[in-house]
């Protein structure tokens, strides 16, 4: 069964970086690719980008792109977010999750980190 | 981007109802189109992908189907632990897209 665990919650000034990450248990990390998705306080679900580990690969939504990276370490089966130059709208819960499936549907996902930007 | 609509946006229903919620795709995306159940505070739980296949341990209640760019998620005989908010998620192209969700309250 996969697990995946997230880093806990974070408190960030506007303008800083955050950096959340997900531990994958239970095997797939080489074999998966994982993705990173947001949720603001009563808001719906925004897909950021996603890691490819066995090509040590990213790609994001464009949204994201000059701010973001995400990267994996297959020595500790851990995929990483890290977001930088915050802003108050980047508040939000970061999941992550496991891409599944030729329609890339999203079958296991992490926690949640909660991540609040205020300064 | 495609953009995902769904409908309605909220709608009230009783325990044993019949319950039926839309979503439509911008653009044609196949059967590419995954369902998910996500209860206050807690993780959104994969319930339909490819459109209709029910993702395993899911109870066979709900059921998924599509015409064209319209998709629907069908609850048949709503339980207590059905009231959540419901949203639809396009795996077509990237970037994935989310509808905004479809929350069924009591009545």
């Known amino acids: 069964q996969v697990q995946l665990v997230q880093s806990g919650a974070e408190l960030k000034r506007p303008g800083s970086s955050v950096r959340v990450s997900c531990r994958v248990s239970?095997?797939?990390?080489?074999?998966?690719?994982f993705s990173w998705v947001r949720q603001a306080p009563g808001q719906g679900l925004e897909w950021m980008g996603r890691i490819i580990p066995i090509l040590n690969v990213a790609n994001y939504t464009e949204k994201f792109q000059a701010r973001i990276k995400i990267s994996g370490d297959r020595s500790t089966n851990t995929a990483y977010m890290e977001l930088r130059s915050l802003r108050f709208d980047d508040t939000a819960v970061y999941y992550c999750?496991?891409?599944?499936?030729?329609?890339?549907?999203?079958?296991?996902w992490g926690q949640g980190t909660p991540v609040t930007v205020s300064s | 981007d495609i953009q995902m609509t769904q409908s309605p946006s909220s709608l009230s229903a009783s325990v044993g109802d019949r319950v039926t919620m839309s979503c439509r795709a911008s653009?044609?995306?196949?059967?590419?189109l995954n369902w998910y159940q996500q209860k206050p505070g807690k993780v959104p739980k994969l319930l339909i992908h490819?459109?209709?296949t029910l993702q395993s341990g899911v109870p066979s209640r709900f059921s998924g189907s599509r015409s064209g760019t319209d998709f629907t998620l069908t609850i048949s005989g709503l339980q207590p632990e059905d009231f959540a908010t419901y949203f639809c998620q396009q795996g077509y192209s990237s970037p994935q897209t989310f509808g905004p969700g479809t929350k069924v309250e009591v009545k």
């Open positions: 490819g459109a209709s």
């Open positions: 239970g095997g797939s990390f080489t074999t998966s690719s």
């Open positions: 999750a496991r891409d599944w499936g030729i329609s890339w549907a999203f079958d296991n």
């Open positions: 653009q044609s995306i196949d059967i590419h």
